[in-house]
């Protein structure tokens, strides 16, 4: 049963043995030409261990139907806790590692909003974004002020890690709904990706402004500041980084996938690593994202012109086929880390059991919430329902935002109590993942085929009234496509 499994997902499998093979082929360099690096007892050969063997981990327990990024996460808590997780003088490696991880996360974002798809839906769209994630930071806020004596800042942004949504497992599973043709002629594969990209957008850009200005050491007046100034050189650099990606390089270049892939990234690493110097660090999450939605429309567009065979060869190598890519190397690392924080000998069994019962209180809050905000559309109860129940599974951001809090709390030199926060936030987020990813994954599945229409291959968007416009898992574990829309 296993080789058959094997056999029939092996053009998906097989993308994960080619990221081993790369390993091992780089490993037999550095043996000849760097062995004194390469040897396994080294710290950089230890930290390239833990992502081989989180990518190991994924690939074995999506045998047994179990996302793989479980798996990573696991493998990570797994070599931690026996001793082999000391990465001294390399921390600030491991920063930049969680970094690019989040910013190919937003990269992903931006450049899945569709802006005539927000145009038609806007109404539903917006609700479904900020109505259940407003609800879902409230609870999760007030109940760690209440049971784990968290300070309201904190509270914030511990919810707005834990409300965004995992665009890797919503888009894996919408992809294999688009295979079985269920819910194509309702518009709910739109709205789904739509609101799963706004949501995260809004959840890591308020993360980044509620985390700044707590780690801020100005004044009042100049933290109150610096949400809106932040917003401001946000937009500014997006929109003109974003201009520029329209016309450089040109679309009629040999190479211009190529050199808009990196220009992309280093254009997403400057707004946050930038906006982390300059003090401003909510400008660096906006940017990014605002950047790459810019560069998009402009990109779209000049599809139009192209000539089918032209279209066909572009969208092989598009910037978002690149960044897919990226993601297979950043996946395992981003898991593997954020799995590394959690040590057995630190835990809080207080910490544990709140921690579970913030994000079960918080996502029973959003799933009401959520489908409180589907009325209005021409959607039938149980469309309104599955819309509502893919926004529960968290994991991919959680995975990117959990760490950033300790991180900077730790580079602040920060008192053991911001410390003892930074590292909650870290731990319940590893809880929300554990919690809603398989069981999120497993609902949205399971119920497509009872609550879904089957229906033909081209989508009709969902109409929502307006006042002015009248009326299986074993796949899911192993297509990994981080899209976000």
């Not at 007046?221 to 946000?234: E, F, N």
């Not at 000049?302 to 996946?331: G, I, N």
Request: aromatic share 10%; charged share 10%; glycine share 8%.
């Amino acid at each position: 049963m296993k080789w058959r499994h094997l056999v029939l997902h092996w053009s998906l499998l097989s993308e994960h043995v080619a990221l081993l093979v790369i390993f091992l082929g780089l490993w037999a360099l550095g043996l000849a030409l760097l062995p004194e690096y390469a040897i396994p007892s080294t710290v950089i050969m230890r930290i390239i261990l833990l992502f081989v063997g989180a990518q190991i981990s994924g690939i074995l327990v999506s045998f047994i139907h179990v996302p793989d990024m479980l798996g990573m996460l696991f493998f990570g808590v797994l070599y931690t806790n026996v001793g082999l997780a000391n990465f001294e003088g390399y921390e600030r490696f491991e920063v930049f590692l969680r970094e690019m991880a989040l910013i190919n996360i937003m990269l992903l974002a931006g450049l899945g909003l569709d802006g005539s798809a927000f145009r038609r839906l806007w109404l539903m769209i917006l609700r479904l974004t900020l109505v259940p994630t407003i609800v879902e930071v409230a609870i999760i806020a007030v109940m760690a002020y209440f049971t784990l004596s968290m300070p309201w800042l904190w509270g914030i942004a511990l919810g707005l890690v834990i409300t965004a949504v995992s665009p890797n497992v919503v888009v894996t599973v919408m992809l294999k709904l688009k295979e079985d043709r269920l819910g194509l002629n309702s518009g709910i594969h739109t709205l789904i990706y739509a609101m799963t990209t706004c949501n995260d957008v809004v959840a890591i850009f308020m993360f980044g402004v509620v985390i700044s200005i707590i780690f801020s050491t100005s004044s009042l007046t100049q933290k109150v500041l610096q949400g809106p100034i932040g917003i401001g050189i946000g937009l500014v650099f997006g929109y003109l980084y974003g201009m520029m990606l329209h016309y450089l390089p040109s679309r009629n270049a040999v190479y211009v996938n190529g050199l808009r892939f990196v220009l992309t990234v280093l254009g997403g690493t400057i707004a946050v690593m930038g906006s982390r110097v300059i003090g401003f660090t909510s400008a660096g999450a906006l940017g990014c994202v605002m950047m790459a939605f810019i560069a998009g429309i402009g990109w779209k567009r000049q599809e139009l012109k192209m000539t089918p065979q032209q279209l066909q060869a572009y969208q092989v190598a598009s910037v978002p086929k690149r960044l897919d890519l990226l993601w297979k190397f950043l996946k395992p690392v981003s898991f593997a880390l954020i799995g590394k924080e959690i040590n057995f000998n630190v835990l809080e069994g207080r910490v544990l059991g709140y921690g579970a019962l913030l994000v079960l209180l918080g996502s029973l809050f959003r799933l009401a919430f959520a489908y409180l905000s589907t009325y209005g559309g021409n959607l039938s109860r149980k469309e309104r329902a599955y819309i509502t129940i893919s926004g529960f599974p968290k994991a991919t951001v959680q995975a990117a935002l959990g760490p950033v809090a300790l991180d900077l709390a730790r580079s602040a030199s920060v008192a053991s109590d911001e410390l003892t926060l930074a590292s909650n936030v870290l731990i319940i987020s590893v809880l929300a993942i554990i919690f809603t990813a398989p069981l999120g994954a497993i609902l949205m599945l399971r119920l497509a085929p009872f609550w879904l229409k089957r229906g033909d291959l081209a989508e009709t968007p969902v109409t929502p009234q307006t006042p002015n416009q009248p009326n299986n898992v074993d796949e899911l574990t192993t297509v990994n496509t981080p899209k976000s829309a």
